[in-house]
């Protein structure tokens, strides 16, 4: 067994070009399929993006309540959830742990709830800024960089207190 | 401003393009304050890239507010530094973010250290002085920033070697981190940092990846995350994910092996589904390594192959392709087929599973040719039009050239696919996809002549109704005849061909017409037919050279010179970007006056000092590289991409040789056990599992197949019936394996009767790695190189004893330097080479080996020698491929490394029935792999402008007698193989390539006592590779 290890190994059906694991982009969009906030982590032109964004919502859309909440779409594959209207959608490289992205998601919406208390589409809306901010506290260059969630809203914290103030 | 700013980034999200804003973006977080600032930054990181020309502008602003003594800024500044920074302007920070190293604020010094991680990845070599700072930081005493430097640890173990005494540092930190020591506020849902977890888990699997003694620092305390993640949560089962994926990857111990085969077990019978899906990618990795874990999950396999989510339905494919051996390759690849034709609505995935299926199709595992075939057939059928054109040129090309195998054997499978593609036309075409038609009549063009009694007028005929129908294209109308011309020779043939021909020779399409005349011509005139037939080995002249005359008078006489596709377009590109450079200035000379700021003075950036430079060079420039008004020639881009071309063609022919079977495990699959009462869909399924399974387990595995059933015993009959192929099939396959290798330069000096060493020689040459082994499929192969035919050479024991006392020097390991050299192949020895050194040896072969460098490839060169008396036999030698491989073709294609280790083994038998082996590793540098690029001052020119990124690097100059500049650029030429263009003045040119050709140019420029170099290259890391090599040699100088 030891000796057939990695020589042995074969490629993935499907190739995927990137081998470290890495999410690609983060989009939160509305089951009308309007963007509501969006972030990519590798470079994407401006022009290809509604087109991408509009596919993966119909791959997302496409998918039943009972089935799982992985799709693979092109070379990268999409981990989404629902949070009543809206869905927030990540795409990740292949070797990427699905689980644990999902559970991100998550780990997002409560912190947005946290700070918005009850946060609403409407309040992502109109605070797609502070949305950004928290967002990239979390993720950094397509990795997970902070999940405490204390820190995560510490910096806008201070910021909004020097608004007021 | 603030809210409009948000607006356009509402813009740009919808997209729309708001570059107006671009600007005011930068002006927001130069001045703003606050919460301003931080939109303004936000926004520049949302609008702009890596590239962009505006970010240069942003500069100044980011080292101001590093600088600030607001945390606030400090910390937006860092946040954007992490997210975008351009590269060259690297050296101007840096300091500021070192310092921040050391801040009282972990929030502060957690940004740094993620910043450095950017560093790290765009400019791996700019921060390699401060690894030591990393490590301070793995350390600190705040988890957050512990955390963030993981990051970079990540990075860094991909190469794991120098790493591997942190190891204990991780395992601490882990079992701290599952103590569940970290304060509470980093729980989620109770679970204590389950990402950093997870993070240290992919750590501590790059560490332990074959290394037992560091595997064994772990067992612990994965043991300990197993046992602690019992929670019934998703991230918890994320992390046993994790866990379970380190356990499999890590040197094995048998407990927790069996510890995370129960945790799977788990995942895929899980009713919730995400769960599921995990546990059958965790299996898919699995199985990899030990394909008998499939068979205790054999029937949650089997339903979830009737799934109704097709993602699940997929993963499940997956693991079944990973467990594919000669017993059941048959119904695996039934299934896969199922599966295309219940999802044609996805084109995507359609496509890619194709290209996932034929490698698998085509390989060895194919039980038998007829099957092979037939499977084939359903694939083009069910395939159309959507399958990618690889598939059948890939297939034709394998009915041309065959396995590698025996002709005999080939011939046998065009028969077959002659009588398939017969019958097939003799029923109902119509629905048969376009592609597929055009297989057939290629295949029945040439090679009906294969099958006994078959008339050529019938075959002739059957394609002449096919041309009638309506539905078919004109391009598959023009394959079909082609065929018929191939066939017209006979008599019954030549009449219908005349036919055919008049009703064609008036069609509308030319190039049918064409045909058609031609199709005439050859069928009336049968000498014709049989000499433009063996007229097959066309000698095409690649290079064009025909037409150099013709391009010379036309640029003599004013034509402009041929630029590539590509050159044309950035050159257009670079026309429509704004110019910053004043005008008529030749740019190599623009270039190095954007002389903009050293590593000392990183603030002084402002165009006016930039500006003042030029006008200095512009005086100096006319007189320094002339570039314009001299005569060009044909140019090198064009005239070096049809090389490229044809040398691709001949390797994608190499390619199609089937990769080597994955030595499939052979195992007794006998039923046993008797089991009673079963419902009918109960056996189905069994039965389904135990075709599906079949050869996967070792003797003692027990099947749930009942003995007593009928139908069993007649599939187990079946098994049996590909049981007797499968031998066959292994004999083709280790022929295939030679075909394979037949780059592989082997040469047996054995017989060499003036010297009668007893050595065997193999040259290893790399000439395909560097090709392309990009098809997925290649790459994993493991590569045996052959011994000549046999696969068995004696090497004879040293006969006569003078010879022996050159060769074997007594108390030494046996060999000399010299007498190495003189067994050098005579092909090889005329090459520059490095010396040979010995690599590993025991009592009875040493192995040594050799770089000689080919213009066009490096030849690893490995050198046995018997130094024993007695004969040596069974000898094979086995390189690891999947470094040279994968490493390879990262190494030129993707990303350039510095270094690369090469493994391997020989395996021999001294002792009759007593194979021992010998391992061997050795390491390959960049510059092994650099050649020098001869170009003209003005190619360079061209060239240097179809590049647009360049990195910039100050090094040290060799101070000697006699001109610096001069010294320092032969010392690097002499050390890296480079090509110096021209030196003019205090500044010189340097060309070099990278194997296969990847151009880098150097422009070098004594600047202060140093020698400023730019590099370019259309690979990105490349210059960064080569920079780390250049201030090597001139260290050492």
Not at chain 2, 451 to 478: F, H, M, W, Y
Not at chain 2, 510 to 522: D, I, K, P
Not at chain 2, 561 to 583: C, G, M, N, V
Not at chain 2, 633 to 644: A, F, P, R, T
């Amino acid at each position: 067994m030891v000796e057939s290890g990695p020589s042995t190994r074969r490629p993935r059906i499907v190739a995927l070009r990137s081998s470290s694991s890495m999410i690609k982009f983060f989009l939160m969009v509305n089951k009308q399929g309007q963007t509501r906030l969006s972030r990519y982590y590798e470079q994407v032109d401006l022009g290809k993006r509604p087109a991408l964004e509009a596919d993966v919502v119909r791959s997302c859309l496409s998918r039943h309540k009972d089935e799982c909440s992985f799709v693979e779409h092109k070379d990268y594959k999409l981990v989404f959830r629902q949070y009543a209207g809206l869905f927030i959608v990540v795409g990740i490289t292949d070797t990427e742990n699905e689980l644990s992205i999902y559970e991100l998601v998550h780990n997002f919406v409560e912190i947005l709830d946290k700070y918005f208390s009850r946060v609403s589409e409407l309040d992502i809306m109109f605070n797609l800024d502070r949305v950004h901010l928290i967002l990239d506290e979390m993720i950094l260059n397509g990795h997970v960089a902070e999940t405490n969630k204390t820190r995560i809203l510490a910096p806008l914290m201070v910021l909004d207190k020097l608004a007021e103030g | 401003m603030k809210e409009i700013m948000v607006r356009a980034i509402y813009c740009e999200m919808l997209g729309y393009e708001a570059s107006f804003s671009y600007i005011h973006a930068i002006k927001l977080a130069q001045q703003g304050s606050a919460i301003e600032k931080r939109v303004g930054y936000l926004a520049v990181s949302l609008f702009l890239n890596e590239s962009h020309d505006l970010l240069l502008l942003l500069v100044n602003t980011v080292l101001k507010d590093l600088q600030s003594t607001n945390l606030i800024e400090v910390c937006m500044a860092l946040t954007v530094v992490s997210q975008l920074f351009p590269k060259d302007m690297i050296p101007a920070i840096l300091p500021l973010v070192e310092e921040k190293l050391t801040n009282p604020k972990e929030i502060i010094r957690r940004k740094a250290v993620l910043a450095l991680h950017k560093f790290y990845l765009i400019a791996p070599n700019q921060v390699q002085h401060i690894h030591s700072k990393f490590r301070k930081a793995l350390c600190d005493k705040d988890p957050g920033v512990m955390t963030a430097s993981l990051h970079i640890y990540l990075q860094l173990i991909k190469n794991p070697d120098s790493y591997k005494d942190l190891t204990g540092s991780f395992v601490a930190i882990l079992r701290q981190v599952v103590g569940g020591k970290l304060p509470v506020d980093f729980n989620y849902h109770n679970v204590p940092a389950p990402w950093l977890q997870i993070q240290l888990l992919r750590i501590l699997s790059l560490l332990g990846k074959d290394d037992q003694s560091t595997s064994e620092l772990m067992y612990e305390v994965l043991d300990e995350s197993l046992r602690r993640a019992e929670m019934n949560h998703n991230i918890t089962y994320a992390i046993l994910y994790e866990c379970v994926k380190a356990i499999y990857t890590i040197y094995p111990k048998s407990e927790l092996l069996e510890k995370a085969a129960k945790c799977i077990g788990n995942f895929v019978v899980s009713p919730k589904i995400n769960l599921k899906y995990l546990g059958l990618k965790a299996l898919t990795y699995v199985v990899q390594q030990d394909a008998s874990l499939a068979l205790q999950h054999q029937m949650t396999i089997i339903e979830c192959l009737d799934h109704s989510d097709s993602i699940i339905k997929r993963e499940t494919l997956e693991v079944l392709f990973r467990i594919t051996n000669v017993k059941n390759v048959a119904v695996i690849v039934e299934k896969m087929l199922d599966f295309l034709k219940n999802v044609f609505m996805e084109p995507d995935i359609l496509f890619l599973l194709y290209v996932g299926c034929f490698p698998l199709l085509s390989d060895t595992y194919s039980p038998n040719n007829e099957w092979f075939i037939q499977t084939m057939n359903v694939v083009f059928s069910l395939g159309g039009e959507l399958m990618h054109p690889d598939i059948p040129n890939n297939f034709l090309r394998l009915l041309a050239q065959g396995f590698g195998s025996e002709e005999e054997e080939q011939q046998q499978l065009r028969v077959f696919a002659v009588d398939s593609y017969l019958t097939l036309l003799e029923s109902d075409t119509a629905h048969l996809p376009q592609r597929f038609l055009q297989v057939i009549s290629w295949a029945l063009g040439e090679f009906s002549y294969l099958k006994d009694g078959l008339e050529p007028c019938k075959v002739t005929k059957l394609l002449a109704k096919l041309l009638d129908e309506r539905n078919v294209t004109s391009e598959s109308r023009s394959w079909i005849l082609s065929a018929m011309a191939k066939l017209s020779a006979g008599p019954g043939a030549a009449a219908l061909a005349l036919q055919v021909s008049e009703r064609y020779s008036s069609s509308l399409d030319t190039v049918l017409r064409q045909q058609a005349l031609e199709l005439l011509h050859l069928s009336q005139d049968p000498e014709l037919h049989a000499r433009f037939f063996h007229l097959w080995h066309v000698q095409v002249d690649s290079s064009l050279s025909f037409l150099d005359s013709f391009v010379s008078e036309a640029l003599s006489q004013g034509a402009a010179p041929y630029k590539a596709p590509h050159q044309r377009q950035e050159e257009l590109r670079q026309e429509k970007a704004l110019s910053l450079e004043p005008y008529s200035i030749s740019l190599p000379v623009s270039l190095s006056s954007c002389s903009i700021t050293d590593r000392q003075s990183p603030t002084l950036l402002s165009m006016s000092s930039s500006l003042s430079g030029n006008s200095n060079e512009l005086k100096a420039g006319s007189s320094t590289l002339k570039l314009e008004g001299v005569k060009r020639v044909w140019g090198k881009e064009g005239y070096l991409h049809q090389q490229d071309a044809v040398e691709e063609a001949a390797q994608v022919e190499e390619a199609a040789t089937p990769a080597l079977p994955l030595s499939p495990q052979q195992g007794g699959a006998e039923s046993q056990q008797t089991h009673g009462d079963l419902t009918v869909v109960e056996q189905e399924k069994q039965k389904l599992a135990s075709s599906l399974f079949v050869g996967l387990g070792s003797q003692n595995s027990t099947f749930l197949m009942g003995k007593s059933d009928s139908t069993s015993q007649q599939f187990r009959r079946k098994t049996r019936a590909a049981d007797s192929t499968s031998s066959g099939v292994s004999e083709r396959s280790s022929s295939s394996s030679h075909s394979s290798c037949s780059d592989f330069l082997h040469n047996n000096l054995l017989e060499d009767s003036q010297n009668s060493l007893n050595t065997q020689k193999i040259g290893v040459s790399n000439g395909t790695h560097e090709g392309p082994v990009t098809q997925s499929f290649q790459t994993t192969s493991k590569e045996t190189s052959p011994f000549l035919d046999a696969g068995m050479v004696l090497v004879q024991p040293c006969s006569p004893q003078t010879e022996l006392r050159d060769f074997v020097q007594p108390g030494s390991s046996g060999i000399t330097q010299t007498s190495l050299r003189s067994q050098f192949p005579p092909e090889l020895s005329q090459l520059p080479h490095s010396d040979i050194s010995l690599l590993s040896s025991d009592h009875s072969l040493s192995l040594s080996a050799c770089r000689a460098y080919r213009d066009d490839a490096l030849l690893f060169v490995i050198i046995l020698s018997n130094c024993s008396q007695s004969s040596t036999n069974g000898l094979s030698v086995q390189l690891d491929c999947k470094h040279i491989f994968e490493t390879f073709s990262t190494l030129i294609q993707v990303e350039p490394h510095t270094q690369v280790t090469v493994a391997g083994s020989v395996s021999y038998r001294a002792v009759p029935g007593h194979t021992q082996t010998l391992q061997f590793t050795d390491k390959l540098f960049l510059t092994d792999f650099i050649r020098p690029l001869t170009l003209s001052t003005e190619e360079y020119g061209k060239l240097w402008l179809s590049f647009s990124q360049d990195v910039r690097q100050n090094l040290k100059l060799i101070q000697g007698e006699g001109d610096p500049l001069r010294a320092t650029l032969s010392a690097l030429k002499e050390q890296l193989q480079l090509h110096i263009v021209d030196i003019i003045g205090s500044e010189g040119i340097v060309a070099c390539r990278l194997l296969p050709d990847s151009p880098c140019l150097l422009h070098c420029r004594i600047h202060g006592g140093s020698l400023a170099v730019w590099l370019r290259s259309p690979l990105l890391s490349l210059p960064d590779c080569l920079l780390y090599y250049c201030q090597k040699t001139l260290e050492e100088c």
